[in-house]
């Protein structure tokens, strides 16, 4: 029974089976649920939530209890020893009235909690990009190999050509030699190119926790997502004022603010009511059963602590300052980020553009100079030279096609607007088994990709935190 199971999954294609390519969006969803450095960040926030109800407990009253046993010894000059046990137990409660100092370590575990939170949600999107940066580059590589391929092929093609034009007198060995060269660095070209695509298999296997064989590819001609709004200002003010280490470091300001405020109400007095309830058993014939009740309002000032508080105060001063430094630093880092991804999307879809076109020039004219070749007008050399155009142009163009795609994921999580569901869209931008150079399914797809997320263009608004 298990072995038909294990073959019908087999035949139907099953999401773990090695032979069916893998797509982004099943390895981002796979990543998150088994990165382990996932799973410890939403360990951190677990823990942070109880930082709320610690607190609070310091406000709220305490009822302790206890029994205990004592074994009493009196002595009077001049009458005999007594010795007795006796037996008694305890109730006492306790309420603070007024204790700065604990409601704002209240506020602050607040703080704490938010913060823990927004380093999460950072955690989770540094995943998901992770994932999609990976998954682009083992993709880039993937097409590289196949180029590479189609390179040695034309290389292979042209010495037989020359081959049979020699047998003829119409090719000599310089030439052959020539071609030879450069199927011999190919062939090395070719090598590296699969060591870089299984290293990239290997990595997207270690981060999903499942195997990687062959990963979707975008289809030939599918139109890359443009970015609404169109303005470079929109996205830099969105990452310098919501970005989530923004974020995290402005909520870090705020919790060395409250330390230091915590610790000065140190200074201040502290009331609180107790009252305690104190049954004692019989002491053995020399006294009868008593009952203590108490109730006092007790209030506590510091009024000499060595300096301690006031050295305190100081440290959490500077390290206040040190917070609104790194609330600075953030802001610079994400602003130059957020420009520099904008610059690459922008100067990467126009430089698409030009490499399309030249592709489509080198093309016809590789055609040409083979043309002309046959018929006495060009060299061998003029046609490796083609080739050789042909080739580096389609390299740029896969390369530059996949850093537009990663510029475009770095800039929204820059902006703390990057989600699933923007990992969704790109992933129909993908095919299983694209036809290269052709359009695929999706073939003029467009794509919307605005601050408030995969869809919609509206201005830069509060960040959406990872689902």
Do not use: C
């Amino acid at each position: 029974m298990r072995r038909t199971l294990l073959l019908l999954i087999l035949l139907l294609g099953g999401p773990w089976s090695p032979a069916r390519a893998a797509d982004l969006f099943t390895l981002v969803s796979q990543a998150l649920q088994h990165d382990a450095g996932l799973a410890a960040a939403r360990a951190t926030l677990e823990a942070a939530e109880q930082a709320g109800p610690k607190a609070r407990a310091a406000l709220l009253p305490r009822l302790d209890a206890g029994w205990g046993q004592t074994w009493n010894r009196y002595k009077t000059e001049g009458q005999p020893e007594a010795r007795y046990r006796q037996d008694g137990w305890k109730v006492v409660l306790s309420q603070p009235i007024f204790d700065w100092s604990s409601w704002i370590g209240y506020q602050q575990a607040e703080l704490v909690h938010a913060q823990a939170g927004l380093a999460y949600a950072q955690a989770r999107q540094d995943l998901v990009l992770l994932v999609a940066g990976t998954y682009f580059q083992t993709l880039a590589a993937e097409e590289e190999l196949q180029r590479l391929q189609r390179h040695r092929e034309m290389l292979e093609s042209h010495a037989e050509l020359l081959a049979h034009r020699k047998q003829a007198g119409e090719a000599t060995l310089i030439d052959l030699q020539d071609t030879q060269v450069d199927l011999e660095q190919i062939g090395l070209q070719l090598e590296q190119a699969r060591a870089q695509v299984r290293l990239g298999q290997l990595q997207l296997e270690q981060m999903s926790g499942m195997p990687v064989a062959t990963l979707a590819r975008l289809d030939g001609e599918a139109s890359l997502p443009r970015l609404q709004p169109a303005r470079e200002d929109a996205w830099i003010e969105q990452a310098r004022n919501q970005s989530y280490p923004v974020q995290i470091r402005r909520l870090g300001k705020e919790i060395a603010a409250a330390d230091t405020a915590r610790i000065r109400a140190e200074n201040y007095p502290v009331v609180s009511l107790s009252a305690s309830h104190s049954p004692a058993g019989a002491a053995e014939g020399y006294t009868r059963p008593s009952t203590t009740s108490v109730a006092m309002l007790q209030v506590s000032l510091p009024l000499f602590t060595g300096g301690g508080i006031q050295a305190r105060s100081r440290e959490s001063q500077a390290m206040e300052w040190k917070a609104g430094e790194e609330v600075r630093a953030a802001e610079q880092q994400l602003t130059r980020q957020a420009r520099e991804e904008y610059l690459k999307i922008s100067s990467g879809l126009r430089q698409l553009q030009l490499l399309q076109e030249l592709r489509l020039s080198t093309r016809a004219a590789l055609d040409s100079t083979r043309m002309g070749y046959r018929f006495g007008s060009r060299s061998s050399v003029d046609v490796l030279r083609a080739m050789e155009a042909l080739s580096t142009n389609e390299s740029e163009w896969i390369r530059r096609r996949h850093e537009v795609l990663t510029a475009i994921l770095r800039l929204k999580a820059a902006a703390a607007v990057l989600d699933l569901e923007d990992i969704q869209q790109i992933n129909r931008l993908l095919s299983a088994t694209p036809a290269p150079g052709k359009a695929g399914e999706h073939g003029e797809l467009r794509l919307s990709w605005s601050l408030t997320g995969a869809q919609g263009a509206g201005e830069a608004p509060s960040p959406r935190p990872m689902p």
